[in-house]
């Protein structure tokens, strides 16, 4: 059964083209939104087993929703043109995929987050 993916990000190309690949990788798409309301009331009515964040969502930070995966000990990801060093210390531990990126950077970013 393909793992149920949450994407939280804010540039709708970004989102159109996860929505393209990630099927292709093996994954459903459980739900997209682009605000930390939206993505933490999309944690209520899907089941989600890992997640996409932006960090940066027209202007506000999505560590809610990271707060909240935690607290669900769902797994996620950031990806972000901030790289490792636009992470604060409390969320260090979760993995980051640098924008731009490809579809084998993804690949290998969502194997590496569900095998861990």
């Known amino acids: 059964m393909p793992l149920r993916t949450l994407i ?23 739900a997209s939104v682009d605000n930390v309301d939206a993505a933490l009331a999309a944690l209520d009515r899907h089941p989600i087993d890992l997640a996409v964040l932006d960090i940066n969502l027209a202007g506000t ?20 043109s901030y790289g490792a060093i636009g992470v604060p210390e409390p969320y ?8 731009p990126y ?8 969502l194997a590496r987050l569900v095998a861990a």
């Open 8 to 30: 939280v990000e804010d540039e709708s190309l970004l989102v159109m083209l996860l929505e393209d690949v990630l099927p292709e990788l093996g994954y459903d798409v459980a």
């Open 61 to 80: 930070p999505s560590f809610p929703v990271a707060d909240a995966l935690d607290t669900r000990g769902i797994p996620y990801l950031f990806a972000t």
């Open 92 to 99: 260090r531990h979760a993995m980051v995929l640098q924008k």
């Open 102 to 109: 490809g579809k084998r950077e993804l690949e290998n970013a």
